[in-house]
């Protein structure tokens, strides 16, 4: 079945990557492109071309791909903060998230994407789906440099009045860990 699925993605994505496209067949296309780089790139160029349905399963698609296997989007690491910096649709940013969370980005390319985080975190129209993300990624990044610890404080009490109280919980917990 998934060899259907990955020989209709390579020659009829609006066929797969559509609305109603379950996670059970988006882990199965995941497993494939981890080991397939033809497919990784294909679902790449989808997000590359467009912030549609298509664009946004592609993503998912790829977030999932980054779990199994980070040799790809190590590969495509470029790629992907590039598309990411350019996506508009907030399901393509999180699973663009996603995607470069759990990878060992050289400083350049990681510098980037705590920039990238930094501007979801303080956009106020950016989704809190992706705000969430973008806070697991700042909330490692001042491990790495405490220098942002400040920014990132400041940052996240902008953001306190802005949101429901879910977020507000969310956000005082990462406070109280950034603050100790």
């Known amino acids: 079945m998934i060899a259907f699925f990955v020989q209709v993605i390579m020659n009829q994505p609006e066929q797969i990557l559509v609305k109603g496209l379950g996670k059970s067949a988006v882990i199965k296309l995941a497993a494939t492109a981890a080991k397939d ?4 790139q294909t679902l790449l160029g989808y997000i590359d071309v467009d912030q549609s349905t298509r ?11 980054s779990e199994v296997n980070h040799q790809f989007p190590l590969k495509y690491a ?3 903060l590039n598309n990411l910096q350019r ?3 907030g399901g393509i940013q999180r699973e663009l998230l996603k995607t470069l969370y759990p990878l060992k980005l050289p400083e350049k ?11 979801f975190l303080s956009d106020r129209n950016t989704d809190v789906g992706v705000k969430y993300y973008a806070t697991y990624i700042l909330t490692d990044a001042i491990k ?8 990132f404080e400041l940052a996240l009490e902008e953001t306190l009045a802005w949101h429901n109280e879910v977020w507000q919980r ?3 917990k990462i406070l109280k860990k950034v603050q100790s």
Do not use: C, M, N
């Open 144 to 151: 790495l440099y405490p220098d942002l610890s400040h920014e």
């Open 55 to 65: 664009a946004a399963k592609a993503a998912w698609v790829l977030s999932h791909v």
């Open 170 to 172: 969310h956000i005082t």
């Open 109 to 119: 390319q990681y510098g980037k994407l705590i920039d990238l985080a930094f501007r």
């Open 37 to 40: 780089e033809k497919l990784y």
């Open 87 to 89: 996506a508009t649709v």
């Open 78 to 80: 470029e790629e992907l």
